[in-house]
């Protein structure tokens, strides 16, 4: 019976990960940042997912960081904004 329920909590929990990498807006700028496991995912990926979101603009770099969920967190701005 325990087995059967850290199955299932385990089953929803993994259901609720989101998919690398992951657009991250910030509510006090016009800049957001691109979180991704640079283990796994490379910049050009990352890049594409940041001009994914700004539209028909490009997406422009500002800068990138590892932060404290092990993650690497890349700035953009979208370009015109």
Known sequence: MRAALAFATLVALSACATALPQVVPRHDSALFDVRYDARVQGVDQVDAA?????????????????????????TYRCAGR
Not at 50 to 74: I, K, M, P, W
């Open 50 to 74: 940041a001009n994914a979101h700004c539209g028909l603009g490009a997406a422009s770099y500002v800068g990138q960081e590892n932060r404290f969920d092990g993650f690497t967190y890349r």
